[in-house]
Structures are given as structure tokens and as C-alpha cells.
């Protein structure tokens, strides 16, 4: 079942004036694996008890993750090209975003190792298949 859906069945239930440790229990009847967890009930029915209409969730706030652009993997991939001795710090403050990010992009988007102060794509891949 879809969240809107739960949100749907929730809302009525607090219209027919149910407390949340009942609605709780229905939902552990009907939807025995699927059922939201009690604290989720309870915040949507205070919700829905103080005059919230909308069942969409609130938008999230703080800044988008928009690090992991294609041109900025492009532009990370280029500067370790140019230099394989260069650091987290020194990508980060160039490019002018977070360590962390540039350590993911590294990881997960380049599968880009660190192995003797260098970075090495797949080197230790590599060793294995040597030693193998």
C-alpha cells in the first residue's frame, strides 16, 4: 500500500475520533507486515487533530545535493587526472564543495581507491588478480 493510502485510512480514523493506540492496533489487523509504527500514527493524528488537510508529506528543508552533478564528477575526475598525489581538501576547496562529498564522488560514482599516498582506480582489484 502506497503512503498517501495509509495517510488516507489514518485521517479517517481520527475523523471517527479513534486515539492513535487504536488505530495502531487496526492497522497491526489489517496490514500485519506493512502497518506504520506507532510514533508515525500518533504524529500524523496529532496532525490531522490540529487541522492539517494535506496528506503529502512537508517538503524537506536545507540545502539540495546537487554535488554529484555530471560536470562536477567530470571536473573531480580531470584534477585527479592532472595530479594523482592531490587530497581531498585541495579538490574540495577548488571546486568549492563539501570533503565528504568529494570522498563519495571518489568512491561511489569514480570506484577510485587510495593506495600509497595515489589515488588508483581498481588497484586493488588488480593485486588480487595478480596474487590469484
Request: charge should be positive; include cysteine.
Amino acid at each position: 500500500m502506497h503512503k498517501i493510502q495509509y495517510r488516507e485510512v489514518r485521517k479517517f480514523f481520527v475523523t471517527e475520533g479513534l486515539a492513535p493506540n487504536e488505530i495502531h492496533s487496526k492497522f497491526i489487523k489489517f496490514y500485519v507486515n506493512s502497518s506504520p509504527s506507532f510514533s508515525t500514527i500518533r504524529k500524523w493524528a496529532a496532525g490531522f487533530k490540529r487541522g492539517r488537510i494535506s496528506l503529502e508529506g512537508n517538503p524537506y528543508e536545507g540545502r539540495p545535493k546537487n554535488a554529484t552533478t555530471p560536470e562536477i564528477i567530470k571536473q573531480v575526475h580531470d584534477m585527479l587526472l592532472d595530479d594523482r598525489r592531490i587530497n581531498l581538501r585541495g579538490i574540495s576547496e577548488t571546486i568549492d564543495i563539501s570533503k565528504g562529498r568529494v570522498g563519495y564522488i571518489f568512491h561511489e560514482k569514480l570506484v577510485i581507491k587510495r593506495l600509497c599516498a595515489k589515488w588508483c582506480r581498481a588497484c586493488l582489484q588488480q593485486i588480487k588478480n595478480a596474487l590469484a
